[in-house]
C-alpha cells in the first residue's frame, strides 16, 4: 500500500516548520513502514509505504494528518501565520 500526501501552504516559512514538525517519523517507524517527507517551495509531501496490515497503514496517515493539524494550530497562535 501507498500514499502520496501533499500539503500547499501560502506561506514557504509554514511549509517548512510543518515539514520539519513531521519529519522526525522519517526515522522512527516499525518494520514494513515507510515514511518520508520532503519539502519543495511551499508544499510539504509525505510518502507512506506500508507492507504490513491495512489498520497500520491507515493509522499512520491518520497520526500524519493529526500531526500537521497540531503543528498548523499552535504555528498560528504563537507566530500569527
Known sequence: MEAKISLRYEDKRLAEAIANAVSPD???????????TTLKDEEVFTRIKCKGKLTTFIATIDDLLFSVSTA???????LNF
Open 26 to 36: 522519517n526515522f522512527k517507524v516499525p518494520k514494513g513502514l515507510q515514511i518520508k
Open 72 to 78: 498548523e494550530k499552535v504555528l498560528k497562535l504563537l
